[in-house]
Nanobody, 127 residues
């Protein structure tokens, strides 16, 4: 049974950093596109970053404009885990962060429509 478990959220001051993890069971992540999404209170869920295969053993990453230069998505195949390193956090980054997986190869975060989701982890950026 496919399961995605996010972790690493918490309360951080503006300018701080967090690293989120998404660990999968029941699937092998290197065969999927994986994305991080977030949902702030009263707002729709939005894509943040994704990682996917653009060729044989060639990984491609894509970021929302709000994440470029501050967030980095990466994958550890041995641990079947995808990470989202978030630096220079802002209050507007506050929300529940979800990872989602989509079958197939290369994609962009704007085009992703995940088939499966994790339960989410809360990120709060506040002083």
């Amino acid at each position: 049974q496919l399961q995605l478990v996010e972790s690493g959220g918490g309360l951080v001051e503006p300018g701080g950093s967090l690293r989120l993890s998404c660990t999968a069971s029941g699937i092998t992540l290197d065969r999927y596109a994986i994305g991080w999404f977030r949902q702030a209170p009263g707002k729709e869920r939005e894509g943040v970053a994704c990682i996917s295969l653009s060729g044989v053993n060639v990984l491609s990453t894509d970021y929302a404009d709000s994440a470029k230069g501050r967030f980095t998505i990466s994958r550890d195949n041995a641990k079947n885990t995808v990470y989202l390193q978030m630096n220079s956090l802002k209050p507007e980054d506050t929300g529940v962060y979800y990872c989602g997986v989509e079958g197939g190869a290369w994609t962009t975060i704007r085009a992703m429509t995940p088939d499966h989701w994790g339960q989410g982890t809360q990120v709060t950026v506040s002083s």
